[in-house]
């Protein structure tokens, strides 16, 4: 199945790269949502978090955590940043090959995370970390 990513990893799409290793490519965001909006992506296709070889999270983060750091230097000059990764449609992916983004933030941006914080009972908590803990990968 055709994939825009995987079409920028062969250099059949084009992008503006900003960084590139033998495992990891970074550009950037042809619809950014705040100014300097990058993308990490793995080179090898995953659709998903699912599908991610275990191996290429860290070169995923790391890369990730330098970008966020030159953001910072550059002219762009970003008071934040926000790491953010949608994993399946219902998480807002759009794009199947696994990509972070890596958001540069100011006040007022108008960007951000919608949602109502809940407080669960102590009991709640414990067995939803059971739940999770059970069926942990190695
Ligand atoms: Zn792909």
Redesign the pocket.
């Known amino acids: 199945m055709a994939?825009i990513?995987?079409d920028i990893v062969a250099g059949r799409a084009e992008a503006s790269v900003v960084h590139e290793d033998e495992q990891v490519l970074a550009f950037m965001d042809i619809r950014p949502m705040t100014p300097g909006h990058l993308l990490v992506i793995p080179k090898q296709?995953a659709t998903d978090l699912a599908e991610l070889d275990a191996a290429l999270g860290g070169p995923l983060f790391a890369t990730a955590q330098r970008l966020a750091a030159a953001l910072r230097r550059s002219p762009l000059k970003p008071a934040g940043i926000n790491l953010f990764l949608a994993d399946g449609v219902a998480a807002g992916q759009e794009v199947f090959?696994v990509h972070l983004h890596v958001l540069p933030r100011t006040p007022g941006d108008g960007w951000g995370l919608r949602g109502t914080f809940q407080w669960p009972h102590r009991m709640t908590l414990d067995a939803q970390a059971g739940q999770i803990r059970n069926v942990l990968p190695e």
């Open positions: 994939c990513f995987c296709h090959h």
